[in-house]
């Protein structure tokens, strides 16, 4: 029996095993011969190996990241650049991978949220520890759509440098039913309002209305008992 080991780059991925039908030491040139063939089957073993495992790992990150049904991305420090983003981020702002490759923070945020976005990263660069953050802010897509977003930041180390893996929830819809639930109960208030104001102002015009009816009954009598005062006072005169 012999056993020879296949040599790969790193280790020895397996072992190549010969049984000869007699027993008798092997000549030389086919031990050297069985080395060369173990270190370029071990490297070529080894190869396939490190492939099926890159594979693998490419088919995690894409499960985990391209894949992922939430909006995310990574953002490089310190100048915000994007380092990858998968396919639901580009479908929400509508960006190619090469064209959100060329961007960074300050392209997609609005004017009005790119100060505190600059504010949130320099108060981020002095401090320590924290590495989750959570923040909601407005974005730009490609076509100028404003986009309100709610942010967790996870602080991560990126091929060899700092970066946060940034996850987007879109929250612009549920923002708008809120606005409108909001403008609702305004609208409800002040009707509410205005039926207590309608109400009052029916209450007082009662209160009006019920003394000047009265005042109103006496005087239509006063007149007519006057006339009647007036046509026996003129009679008697012509008497006289």
Request: proline share 4%; net charge neutral.
């Amino acid at each position: 029996w012999i056993g020879v080991p296949l040599m790969g780059f790193t280790a020895a991925p397996g072992v190549v095993e010969l049984f000869p039908h007699s027993a008798q030491r092997p000549e030389q040139a086919l031990l050297d011969s069985l080395a060369v063939v173990s270190l370029k089957l071990g490297r070529y073993v080894e190869r396939v190996q490190v492939m099926r495992a890159l594979k693998d790992s490419e088919r995690r990150y894409r499960l985990m990241f391209e894949d992922n049904p939430c909006p995310m991305l990574v953002m490089g420090w310190p100048n915000l650049n994007f380092l990858a983003v998968n396919r639901e981020a580009r479908n929400l702002y509508g960006y190619t991978e090469e064209e959100f490759l060329g961007l960074n923070g300050r392209d997609i945020a609005t004017p009005e949220a790119l100060p505190e976005l600059l504010n949130g990263h320099r108060r981020a660069l002095l401090r320590d520890g924290a590495k989750v953050s959570s923040s909601h802010t407005r974005h730009l897509s490609r076509d100028g759509r404003a986009i309100d977003v709610e942010l967790t930041q996870y602080r991560i180390d990126w091929q060899g440098r700092q970066a946060d893996l940034v996850m987007i929830t879109d929250v612009t819809e549920r923002l708008a039913v809120e606005r409108q639930r909001d403008d609702m109960e305004v609208q409800l208030r002040h009707a509410h309002k205005l039926e207590a104001i309608g109400q009052l102002a029916a209450g007082i015009a009662h209160e009006i209305n019920t003394p000047s009816q009265y005042v109103s009954d006496n005087l239509r009598f006063m007149r007519k008992a006057f006339d009647k005062m007036s046509l026996v006072l003129s009679r008697c005169e012509a008497l006289v």
